[in-house]
């Protein structure tokens, strides 16, 4: 009887592992900036190039960095989601304009609704290098005191952000 | 309208599943033929509707329907049409559409073949793969429903992945996975046994053939991956031991141990715990295969998108279905008599060394493959297994399996003089040696051991097999073309496959010794040579496809100032995906291939450019077509259909089934 | 011997050796040069967590503007960061069909005492999120109104 449950031994060895490695996402690579300050930056505004956003304008309130540009499907995909969110006042959005021209990025806004209390003009993406950026679209949530706390990477969808994203903020927010 | 069809039509599939799962196996346990009856119309009636459903997905592929997910997600305008029916089985969802749509395919060619079966028997393996339906239905309608609208609709659909835009891709899911769920039938026959407690030689004898077409399918469509690897790549290589190679190599592994196991089985009456055992990891090592294809735990050129939920559907099924036929196994096989005696010399140790070298290679793959995934569970940090490895552990395992080749076939059942076996060997011994020196030292004037070794172990299993069929031959006691015509299919489809070894491993030998690769930058005009043969570089020129923009290169091949061919290699850039694509042009002959790739555009019109000379790799593709003639051949052998209508009467219990006095036919 | 007892020493003599063959071969295969690959950050690398002269392999984004091509047009310099440390990498050959500056890549290869990796392989990852905007200017140019959609979740 005991040779003969050495299959099913070996196999049930082999599904703990499977589940284990379920929870792994064997190509996530761990972010090093989550729980440190964001990098600092200091970029014109996409709309008014005479002014700037730094780091510093991130601090003294919870807030969200979303990369975009308008070439990008993915931020596309998760534009609406953005719009309701900047509708609900709950968080303020900052936009990091990710390798954009200038014209093209404020017609796609026209087009599409603008989220964002103000967005930086990234033009060659070295800011977005320093963030750690893998490609748009990513958001971020940095806390008060302007350590980033959290990064989503890919589109944002309606269960991140009332899942993860704005409990989050809230928690933030309280605290 | 048409994809609601469709999911309606799914979701009958579900309701007929679920009667075809229980209450045949209900009524087999209380004895109600009425209950039992249920099978058959339920699992024709599954097949007809997930057909509908599958109808019904392809129609919304053909008209452009992108209010469905799917198709807006795999499909575009411009994608040509016989992309978009192959598109239908280009993403997850949708293949997992063809998965259930050839698990009830294969479900109803048991209803049609199986007639002459017990009827409880035939009850119970229906039903189970009824159970195994219920399973992957569930899970396309609870997780990954190929029929999921999306509003608004978008005017354009995002395009098939460029990859899979290639003939080969077009019939390898297909081949591949008939070949994968065809496993299940030898699964549901294993299970119904066990459940039955009937495991014998005749349920060996039906097993037979539904394992060889299977294993035909598997064989197939593996071939076809590597081909497709192969051109469609860019790499010039053909098999990368890439987790998704191995996830389809392993059930193919443990399917050919099978095979020669139901061989003993039926013949002898022995290893019957074994070959059942086979038949439960056979199947369960597909369904591993399409956990690791759709959960994401590992990471490979193929897999699909990562997702968990997913993935814990499928690892639960897996559980289920793997788990518990195990258990199953375990409480029913130590009442499995042991079958006959045979010596240590004989035709039945002969198969189970065969047996055991297969299972050790799978289980040495399937190790290679979970490694990293071990590592990281446990925090040992982030590794991969490379090529190396699986080389280093399989090769070695197949040298005595080779060997086994020519042995097993001479050798006597129950048992065999050594004597006998190496008076009949000896010349096929000399024959493959002195070949295995000669070609390396002659052809090509170079002088490896790895040469060496693979062209003397290519010989012997060519000889070999030719010498075994001559043996036959020879038996008869009849003028040859009579003995010839006498003999069954199965031994001549043995041969073939064996035949197809040897051509295989020739060529491995051969393409990994004997390929030149360079790697160059090439201006327009300028001209290389390789491998005796002069590759002239005229320049890129615009292409346009029906979804792609494309540089064309021109290369002129000549050999001594002759021509020989005009290669076209082509640098792709699809329009709605965007992503750059390199598609290889290749000039094929049956002793060598020439082979370009374009790298990168570089200064001043030149390019960075690949090129190899590949000697016999067309022999890696028609050695597994041989193996797999060799399986139809087995599998169409006579005595099989036979038996069929003569109601096995091996089986002693079977007081429903009228007695058969015909002696077992087609005795070898 | 009774026959039985004969078959049952020769199934456990064939499974002691076929075992003990397959546990030594899978042991000596780890052993080969390029079978086990550790995957190591730029910043592990620069901590000197990386062995020197073994291969292991290095994941991260090329830097934007860093890839430099040598005359012979097929060696070529960049630089990789994890945007905590950068390593300088060399590699001979022709690169994949998504190797891009600011893309996600693996390598290959073994570091040097210089401090220099030499990649043997380069793979790009098929990261579904990105796509470089230079590509997608010139499909709109070509006459895609809409801003193209990226593909998600594929082979």
Redesign the interface.
């Known amino acids: 009887m005991i040779r003969y449950l050495l299959p099913a031994t070996v196999f049930v060895v082999l599904v703990v592992f499977l589940a284990v490695g379920l929870n792994r996402d064997p ?1 996530r ?1 761990p972010s ?2 989550i729980d440190k300050p964001a990098p600092t930056f200091a970029l014109p505004l996409l709309k008014n190039p005479d002014q700037t956003l730094t780091h510093r304008d991130l601090q003294g309130e919870v807030s969200l960095i979303n990369v975009w ?9 998760e534009h609406p989601i953005l719009v309701a969110l900047a509708r609900s006042h709950q968080v303020p959005i900052y936009g990091l304009n990710y ?2 021209q200038r014209a093209k990025a404020m017609e ?1 806004l026209e087009e599409y609704g603008d989220p964002y209390a103000a967005i930086a003009f990234d033009e ?3 800011v977005a ?4 950026v ?5 958001t971020f949530v940095v806390d008060r005191q302007g350590i980033i706390r959290y990064k989503h ?3 944002l969808t309606a269960e991140v952000v009332q899942d993860t994203i704005l409990p989050l903020v809230s928690r933030l927010q309280d605290g | 309208m048409i994809p609601e069809i469709g999911q309606f039509a799914l979701s009958i599939a579900l309701c007929l599943a679920l009667l075809q799962g229980v209450m045949p196996l209900a009524g087999a346990q209380l004895g109600r033929s009425d209950w039992m009856a249920v099978a058959q119309p339920a699992a024709r009636g599954q097949f007809l509707f997930v057909v509908i459903a599958f109808g019904c997905l392809t129609y919304a592929f053909i008209v452009h329907d992108f209010t469905v997910l799917y198709v807006w ?1 795999n499909s575009n305008t411009a994608l040509p049409l016989h992309y978009r029916i192959s598109a239908v089985w280009g ?2 969802e949708g293949s997992l559409l063809l998965w259930a749509l050839v698990l009830t395919a294969w479900t109803f060619a048991v209803t049609l073949f199986s007639r002459s079966l017990p009827a409880e028997f035939r009850a119970r393996v229906i039903a189970v793969m009824g159970l195994v339906s219920i399973g992957m239905l569930l899970f396309m309608l609870a997780t990954s429903n190929p029929f999921e609208r999306v509003f608004p609709a ?3 659909g ?2 098939l ?1 460029p ?2 835009q290639d003939p080969g891709l077009v019939v390898h899911p297909p081949m591949l996975y008939m070949g994968y769920v065809g496993m299940s039938v030898a699964f549901a026959f294993a299970i119904a046994a066990l459940l039955g407690g009937h495991l014998d030689a005749a349920w060996a004898r039906w097993s037979r053939p539904w394992v060889t077409a299977a294993w035909v399918f598997l064989t197939i469509g593996i071939m076809l991956g590597s081909w497709w690897a192969y051109h469609e790549l ?1 790499w010039g290589g053909w098999w990368f031991w890439d987790p998704v190679e191995n996830a389809s190599f392993m059930p193919w592994l443990v399917g050919t141990a099978l095979i020669h196991s139901l061989a003993v089985t039926e013949k002898r009456g022995a290893f019957k715990n074994w070959t059942v055992l086979l038949a439960i990891l056979a199947f369960s090592l597909s369904l591993l295969g399409t956990f690791l294809v759709r959960s994401g735990v590992l990471v490979s ?5 990562n ?1 968990p939920a997913r993935g814990i559907y499928i690892l639960m099924f897996l559980t289920v279905v793997v788990g518990g036929s195990l258990l199953l196994y375990a409480w029913r096989a130590p009442r499995v008599g ?1 079958g006959g ?4 010399i004989s035709r039945e ?1 002969a198969l ?2 065969n047996n ?2 297969l299972v ?1 290679a799978a ?2 793959i399937l ?2 493959t979970l ?1 990293p995934l071990f590592l990281d569970a446990l925090g040992l ?13 399989f090769v ?2 197949m040298l005595p399996l080779v060997f086994l080749i020519g042995v097993g076939p001479l050798a006597r059942w129950k048992q065999a003089r050594i004597g006998e076996l190496a008076y009949r060997l000896r010349f096929v011994l000399i024959a493959a040696i002195a070949l295995g020196m000669l070609v390396p030292l002659t052809v090509a004037g170079m002088n490896t051991i790895l040469v060496a070794v693979g062209i003397t172990l290519g010989a012997w299993a060519t000889i070999s097999a030719i010498v075994n069929l001559a043996a036959y031959v020879q038996r008869a006691h009849r003028p040859w073309p009579r003995a010839l015509a006498g003999i069954p299919r199965g031994i001549y489809g043995m041969t073939c496959a064996h035949l197809g070894i040897g051509v295989f491993i020739v060529g491995v030998t051969l393409t990994s010794a004997f390929e030149v690769e360079r ?3 090439m201006a327009p005009g300028d001209a290389t040579e390789l491998a005796g043969f002069a590759f002239q570089f005229h320049g890129v020129r615009q292409v346009e496809g029906p979804n792609y ?1 494309a540089r064309q290169g021109r290369f002129e091949v000549t050999r001594e100032g002759e021509a020989v061919a005009t290669l076209r290699p082509e640098k792709r ?1 699809y ?8 598609d290889a042009a290749i000039d094929s002959s049956f002793f060598r291939d020439l082979y370009v ?1 374009l ?2 555009p ?2 001043r019109g ?1 390019w ?3 090129l190899y000379y590949k000697p016999f790799v067309q022999w890696l593709w028609l050695g597994p077509l041989m193996m797999a003639l060799g399986g139809l051949l087995a599998a169409s052998d006579r005595r099989y259909r036979v038996t069929a209508r003569q109601h096995a009467g091996l089986r002693g219990d079977a007081a429903s089934v009228p007695t058969s006095t015909a002696p077992s036919p087609g005795g070898a | 011997m009774t ?2 007892r ?2 049952k020493l ?2 456990i003599v ?2 002691v050796l ?2 003990g ?2 546990t030594a ?2 042991l ?3 052993q ?8 190591y ?1 730029p ?1 592990q690398v620069y901590a000197g967590e990386a062995p020197q002269g073994r291969m292991f ?1 290095i ?3 090329v ?2 503007g860093s890839v430099k ?1 040598e005359a ?3 060696t070529v310099r960049f630089e990789l ?4 440390a950068t390593i300088p990498l060399v590699y ?4 994949p ?2 190797f891009r500056e ?1 893309q ?1 890549i693996v390598a ?1 290869g073994r570091l040097g005492e210089d401090g220099l990796f030499r990649a043997e392989e380069v793979l790009a ?9 230079e ?3 010139s ?2 140019a ?1 006459g ?1 109104k ?10």
């Open positions: 190509t690579v090093p900036l540009a308008s070439w990008c499907g993915g931020c596309y995909e390798k954009d796609w060659n993406g070295r290098i320093d963030w750690g893998y490609g748009a679209p990513e990477i890919g589109p | 997600q993403g997850h978008p005017a354009e995002r395009d992945n990859l899979l860019g050129v193929h897999a699909f998108a997702d042991s005696t045979f010596e240590p140790t189970l060394v055991i070298l050790v289980a040495t190790l290679g490694y940090g982030k590794i991969s297994v490379g090529p190396p490895y699986f080389a280093a552990v070695p395992l790697e160059l930058r923009m850039i329009r709605v995906q965007t992503s750059p694509m390199t790739a790298g990168e570089l200064d030149a960075g450019v690949r | 026959p039985k004969k078959r020769t199934l064939l499974l076929s075992v063959t397959a071969l899978a000596y295969a780890f080969q040069t390029g079978s086990l690959l550790y995957f950050r910043s392999r994941g991260g984004l830097v934007d091509r012979d047009g097929l960061t994890d945007n905590a001979t050959g022709l690169l069909d998504l600011g996600g290959h990852k098929h990261d579904e999120n990105y796509m470089p905007p590509v997608t200017e499909l709109k070509a895609n809409h801003p193209a959609y990226v593909p998600q979740g594929k082979p």
